[in-house]
């Protein structure tokens, strides 16, 4: 289990490691951030995107606009990939109800007679987790680049659906799996709000039962 705010302490036997699937997280790796003009409340275009994603994959990411704190969470579908001219154009399947009140709030700011004149979008993509626990977790829709190694350290933050609470943590790689588009990972340490906020979840929602 990771300590709050520090290293992973060594496992007790008395305090067996649960793992759970509610709430999902959402999880930023710190990647690529996108930046694009192109936006509105059912669709965007991403520029400089070299990534795998195809047309037809669905897939998750968060967005923020320049001096914004509130950060937006959403599923999108891929309508649209140009890998020439490095353009993926995204159909969103859901928005947070953050980000919705996030976009009409910037909506609200555009030149009527010149929107690509406003602040831009930057998007990132995450990660949903397939289960997790106080001691790392697994995550699903990731295709693994090349240098993805076992006891790689990562760093990154986790976001949740219904709040804006959020949390940093540091993590080694456990697992990478492309054909399970899965990568699992060891907690060494986390945030005191990530800490906090995943023993809240874990006193409202039962762990999975134990194999």
Partial sequence: MAAKGGNAPQPSGAHRDKRYTIPTLSVDLFATVYETLRWSFSHMIMKEY???LEVGAVFHGAFTFP??????LFEGKVARADAGKQLLGVEFTWISKE?????EYMHSLRPE????????MRVTITYPTINWSLSGMLLGEYDPPDDVKP????????RTEKSQESGIFTAKVVRANG?????????TSLSSELFDMLEAAIKKHPPLPDM
């Fill in 179 to 187: 054909v399970r588009r899965t990568l699992a990972l060891a907690f």
């Fill in 113 to 120: 007679d010149n929107p690509d004149k406003g602040d831009p």
């Fill in 67 to 72: 001096n914004r704190t509130t950060v937006g």
């Fill in 151 to 158: 006891d790689m350290q990562i760093r990154g933050i986790i």
């Fill in 50 to 52: 070299q990534g795998p």
């Fill in 99 to 103: 980000g919705f009140a996030l976009l």
